[in-house]
């Protein structure tokens, strides 16, 4: 289906007129209490949602009212007129709710500490209007003789602008520069007059062209464009070419593209980044073949599948390296033993689900005693025969990387103790990787005596299962990891990495770090899905596609 000029100009001058709406309108109350409402100003009803749907399609409304000026809990009505809604959508009744008519009517309803929220959802009815059918729905609440009123426009339909999947490139090397096809499909109902699309999450993945239509970040791997397109219900356009250079450090490199028909907001959490604006004498991206548009028309988009991950694999090698050593106390049966890691590269490596590539691992004789651990490793057993410890690394352990912990313990040097250190690694699918970008693993594991002398790690080619494996073949699971939306550009005291009691550090690299090209070098890796954005969602990272490199 198509629609022509004059009906989007037609429906943008309606929606226009409904935006205005949303806001609390205090009616006549109670000298000592003020009631408002917060109340979305527009919202858009799928015409293809049901009754039964409410969890996916159906459209939820949520209402959010306070009550100033008074003490002590208060009850009240709250009541949502539908009528006007006929023929555009339906609402179920929440709890405590019923509908006579077309009234929802919410009797008895409890406010504590002055807040209470409502939410219902909308669906499209039987024999609905056409799609753009546009109505205002009227809320008033009354509590504690204050009265408040508010009004949503409500549309049915709207767009649903989609990036289209891109398979994995496997044909790249570090140096390479890869130029995907992006495709963009509006699989709604409505117009789209407009596409802004978000890059970001880039790991090994430089953003090459500079656009006079883009926005680039100075401080972050954040690329935001702007291409004033419309986009038709089921119409696809093509982008113009857009290049990423492979880094020298690239192995599984990626990029998180998102599109929107409404511009992200620059006050949420992308306004955590500086952008400044391509040239004015570079290029346009546009959508080829297509003529540039003009105002939005406030058409709201459904945001669904509206991001892929751009995945190449490359065939790139690094080289983790096991190490440790034993300072022991004058006069004393303990000592410092300092276990770690360093990644001598050349590739960098990034596990996307938040787990470590590789962990460091310390396994004790039974007659050694720890006195004092990091703070970030862990038993790797409660059986108390396993003397063995997991340290936290880092989700990306970029070329460079290294990390550091220190343990007390307490050793008798007659005995002839030693320690192991090893690097263990779970893949994405929590299963053991095998480090298959790592081809000499004869450094992967060191034993480090615990003797009356200083000693450091020497090569262990073949650790015992101690070092490996709890008892029974079991690998232990992975330390807790920063959960997603914690990632900063520096590891802070309380992410991975951080020193921890018996001193442990790192240094080379983190969850994030700036890169070449035009503020888009490796951004910050987020392990999100998506972040709400209001008008978007900034996609900051999702989990890599299932056997990306199978």
Known sequence: MRTSRSRSLGLATALAALALGGAAVPAAHAADSTLKIEAPGAIAVDPDSTGEDHDSRATLVQLNLTLTNHSGPATGRITVDLAPLQGIASATAPYGCSLAGQVLTCDAMSMYDGKLGLQFHLYAPTGARPAGSTAVLHTTAVFAGATATADTGVTLGGSNVVVEEVPTNRDLKPGDTWTPVLKVTNRGQLPASQLYLTFTGGMELTFLPQFSNCRYATDGDVVICTVHAGVDPGETVQLSPIGFKVDADAYDPYEDVHVSSAEPDLTGWLGHYHFTPGPASAPKLTAVGKPEGGAPNRVIDFERLNSTSLNAVVPNTADFVASGSWTPEAGKQQGKLTAGMVNNGPASID??????????????????????????????????????????????????????????????????????????????????????????????????????????????????????????????????????????????????????????SYTGGGLASTGGGQGAGTTVGLGLGAIALGGGVLVAARRRKAGARG
């Open 351 to 504: 596990w996307r689900s938040g787990s470590y590539p590789a962990r460091v691992r310390v396994a004790l004789p039974a007659q050694a005693k720890v006195l004092q651990k990091p703070d970030n490793c862990y038993p790797t057993s409660t059986d108390p025969t396993v003397n063995s410890f997991d340290c936290g690394t880092t989700p990306h352990i970029r070329n460079g990387y290294r990390a550091s912990f220190d343990f007390t313990v307490q050793a008798d040097p007659a005995a002839k103790l030693s320690a192991t250190v090893s690097l263990p690694s779970l893949g994405e699918d929590n299963q053991e990787s095998g480090k298959p970008w790592d081809p000499d693993k004869a450094d992967d594991v060191v034993t480090v005596a615990l003797g009356g002398e200083a000693s450091t790690g020497t090569p262990s080619p073949q650790p015992s299962r101690s070092a490996t494996a709890e008892p029974g073949g079991s690998t232990p699971s992975a330390p807790a990891t920063p959960a997603p939306g914690t990632a900063s550009t520096a590891p802070s005291p309380s992410a991975s990495d951080a020193p921890g009691t018996g001193g442990g």
